[in-house]
């Protein structure tokens, strides 16, 4: 087959355009991602030849070899793993798949300057093509394990790539990086001395569990000399089964890059040791920023899973809630067996048992850094509260963990987000209920309707803004032996104190107006399920309010977007007795024989107060109608 040339994607393009001028400043990481990607390889190999009895592979030796020529300034970095067939070259190297990608190339239009573009790339990664921040050439040569024809890419970075096929390569992926010229200014970043390879290594790699090996021959301090047998470079130390103090923070930010493919470091780094019967290390971490595809179906959650250091699977989702997927990491038990697939994994006994440890674990240590970290906590919180607060729903068992770790925007403060332990403290005498609203933005939810009366009477109001927090309420039910209400379900009664007075008000009130209450009923039909006076106005004239265990509009959207059929939810239209327009409607009402044109001033309030929490009136255009045809009255 002769030399075939292809364009890279639009994507690929922009982003080697990047590399190739190279705005990030810490050009050596292109080393650990080389690196990385090569121990991906062998991780891959070895479980692959686990599983398939007679693919014709060869792991008598899996290892990692960097080779360095300073002459030709070349520096290739080559592994005997899994390799990559002719397809899965042009598929994997000339595309980028990632589907943060997007974002990340839309992000780095909108940064424009330099300092903006690196920050993104330090945020995002972008594996093998880092190389060509150093390189002006990269050629990979690689044969899939178990094929005998071997592929050759080359790429000047530049646009386009060339494939062909080779008959002589050998297992696994060699990628050669032809380097920039050497900079007389810079040793330090000489990628063809053997001191910068090796301090590299040590720096970002150490951990790897496969022999990284340097080629002798490469040149070395003394040069001239008779030169060793290949040196191992790394420790292969698995950082989690080595105690606490001998390894730096540093190690453990490096082996979270390598499993998560975050450029980033974690927010926080967790360890267990489990001893006893069933032995077992974790070694987790909480990344800082949530990802992009965090709540799409694809994210792909799931911890490193090792049997005596040996990896056997990449994303075993069995070792963790599902609420708890952004966590990355890894757990080594001591006693599975490593031929197991991920149907028995979810029944196993051992495997729920590691899930039961860590998940309190996780939240213990969301706890303690609440109190030890506060603006750790926040930065927790903002990211993945809206994911953890799933486990609301399903997890029983450690529901009041979560709870106390929670934290909610509320009314209390405009920036500082409250816990429900914190919210009761605050509760006026005599005042029995955890208050809140649900709805899309905060503001949205302080414009409401509904939050008159309990502003007026500076009761505080639980501000919830994430789709999960819809449904957590109902489940939840209630904290501290308080319940949890919505403003806007059933019947609020604010009048904690002077009850009686009310009382007496009220009852005059219900008299005078039942005759409008019952007309307007009959009037909007099957538009309300009730018309009553409200206690929750204080300067809207009317507000829609739903039943106390009726479905809210919120929720009703969300079941239909999952598919679901609901009936429509009617809602109960609530009057403000104490405002103009109402006293003016009920008078009107007593007075006139001919009430055509208010049953338009009953239809109006009632669009209006579906206008104000944020909703549709039911005919837009005939709503607009009549009220520009009242506008114009008001104007003769
Ligand atoms: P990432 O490693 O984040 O997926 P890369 O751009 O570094 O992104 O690599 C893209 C893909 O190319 C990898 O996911 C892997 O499938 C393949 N690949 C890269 N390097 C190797 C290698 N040394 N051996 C086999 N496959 C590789």
Not at 2 to 28: C, G
Not at 139 to 146: E, F, K, S
């Amino acid at each position: 087959m002769p030399t075939e040339t292809f364009e890279f994607q639009v994507e690929a393009r922009q982003l080697l355009q990047l590399m190739i001028h190279s705005v990030y400043s810490n050009k050596d990481v292109f080393l650990r991602e080389l690196v990385s990607n090569a121990s991906d390889a062998l991780d891959k190999l070895r479980l692959a030849a686990l599983r398939q009895d007679g693919l014709d592979a060869d792991t008598s030796d899996l290892h990692i070899e960097i080779e360095a020529d300073p002459d030709a300034r070349t520096l290739t970095v080559r592994d005997n793993g899994i390799g990559m067939s002719y397809d899965e070259v042009g598929k994997l190297i000339g595309t980028i798949a990632n589907s943060g990608t997007a974002e990340f190339l839309k992000e780095l239009e909108e940064a424009k300057d330099a300092a903006g573009a690196e920050g993104l790339i330090g945020q995002f990664g972008v594996g093998f093509y880092s190389g060509f921040m150093v390189a002006d050439e990269m050629t990979l040569v690689t044969r899939r394990a178990g094929e005998s024809k071997g592929t050759r890419w080359s790429s000047r970075g530049e646009g386009t790539y060339t494939l062909e096929s080779v008959e002589d390569a050998p297992q696994g992926t060699a990628v050669t990086l032809h380097l920039k010229p050497a900079d007389p200014e810079n040793q330090l970043h000489d990628y063809t001395s053997t001191w910068t390879i090796k301090e590299i290594v040590k720096r970002y790699s150490d951990f790897i569990t496969w022999p990284i090996r340097l080629v002798p021959g490469t040149k070395g301090e003394g040069e001239g000399e008779e030169t060793p047998g290949p040196e191992t470079l790394n420790s292969m130390k698995a950082l989690w089964a080595r105690s606490r103090d001998e390894v730096s923070d540093d190690e453990y930010h490096e082996l979270y890059k390598h499993v998560s493919h975050d450029w980033r470091d974690p927010l926080e780094t967790i360890r267990l040791q489990a001893e006893g019967t069933f032995e077992y290390q974790a070694l987790l971490f909480l990344p800082e920023h949530a990802p992009h595809d965090l709540f799409t179906r694809d994210f792909r959650r799931g911890l490193q899973l090792y049997v005596k250091r040996v990896l056997i699977m990449d994303d075993c989702e069995a070792l963790l809630p599902p609420y708890l997927r952004f966590v990355k990491g890894v757990v080594d038990a001591q006693d599975l067996s490593l031929n197991v697939s991920r149907e028995i994994l979810q029944q196993d006994r051992h495997i729920r048992m590691i899930q039961r440890r860590l998940t309190k674990k996780v939240l213990a240590s969301v706890k303690e850094m609440k109190t030890a970290d506060s603006a750790k906590y926040a930065t927790f919180w903002r990211e993945f509260g809206a994911v953890v607060k799933e486990g609301l729903l399903g997890d029983a068992d450690n529901r009041d963990a979560i709870l106390a770790v929670a934290s909610f925007a509320s009314t209390h403060s405009a920036d500082e987000p409250t816990t429900l332990q914190q919210y009761v403290e605050r509760m006026k005498d005599g005042q029995d209920d955890i208050y809140y609203m649900t709805g899309e933005s905060r503001q949205a939810i302080e414009n409401s309707p509904h939050m008159e009366a309990f502003r007026a009477r500076g009761v505080e109001v639980l501000l919830l803004t994430d789709p999960v927090d819809e449904v957590w309420v109902d489940a939840v039910g209630e904290f501290d032996g308080k319940r949890l209400r919505s403003v806007a379900k059933g019947e609020i009664d604010l009048d904690v104190q002077g009850g009686e007075q009310a009382e007496g008000e009220r009852e005059k009130q219900a008299e005078e107006y039942a005759g409008l209450l019952g007309w307007m009923k009959e009037q909007l039909g099957e538009d309300v399920k009730d018309v009553r006076l409200s206690t929750r106005l204080t300067v809207s004239p009317a507000c829609v309010v739903s039943d106390a265990h009726d479905l809210t509009p919120a929720l009703e959207n969300m079941y239909r977007a999952m598919g679901q059929e609901v009936p429509p939810t009617k809602r109960i239209l609530e009057l403000n007795p104490a405002h103009a327009l109402v006293r003016s409607l009920n008078e009107a009402y007593q007075e006139r024989e001919d009430r055509t044109e208010l049953v338009e001033t009953a239809e109006l309030l009632h669009g209006l107060a579906v206008l104000a929490e944020g909703g549709q009136p039911k005919e837009p255009a005939r709503f607009v109608k009549l009220v520009a045809e009242r506008l114009e009255h008001g104007l003769r």
